[in-house]
Every structure is written in structure tokens, then in C-alpha cells.
């Protein structure tokens, strides 16, 4: 049996998350609003969609942690 504890495997396991690859919040639906300046489908700023693709996985993390407020 091994000497590890529940909370190693959840330390583990949060670990393992914060390294999986952040995927583009795009749903193809590509058109932005004018009152706020998002995209209707992933409510980015069009800077944020032009700088997506060469940010790294902790801009990708910020990014994708403020779209729930902008609902």
C-alpha cells in the first residue's frame, strides 16, 4: 500500500491541471459587440483573440479566468 495520502493525490492531481494545455475559449461564433467591445461567442477582446496564440499558458489561465464576469 502506499504511504501517500488523499491530500498528496489532490496536490497531484491540482498539479497535473495548472500543466494541461489551455484551450481556446472559441466557439465560432466570431463577431464582436460594439457597446462592449467582446466577442459575443468568447467574450475576448480582440486583443486578447490576436495575442492568444502567442501567450503563454499563464496569460491563456488570466484570460480565461476573467470570462465569467463577463457575462
Do not use: F, H, Y
Not at 20 to 29: A, E, F, N, Q, T
Not at 36 to 47: A, I, P, Q, Y
Not at 59 to 65: D, G, L, V
Amino acid at each position: 500500500m502506499s504511504s501517500r495520502n488523499a491530500d498528496d493525490w489532490i496536490d497531484a492531481a491540482a498539479r497535473a491541471r495548472a500543466e494541461d494545455p489551455v484551450l481556446s475559449p472559441c466557439i465560432g461564433v466570431c463577431t464582436m459587440d460594439a457597446a462592449s467591445n467582446l466577442c459575443k461567442g468568447c467574450l475576448r477582446t480582440l486583443g486578447e483573440i490576436a495575442a492568444w496564440s502567442s501567450a503563454s499558458e499563464a496569460q491563456r489561465r488570466e484570460i480565461k479566468a476573467a470570462l465569467p464576469q463577463r457575462r
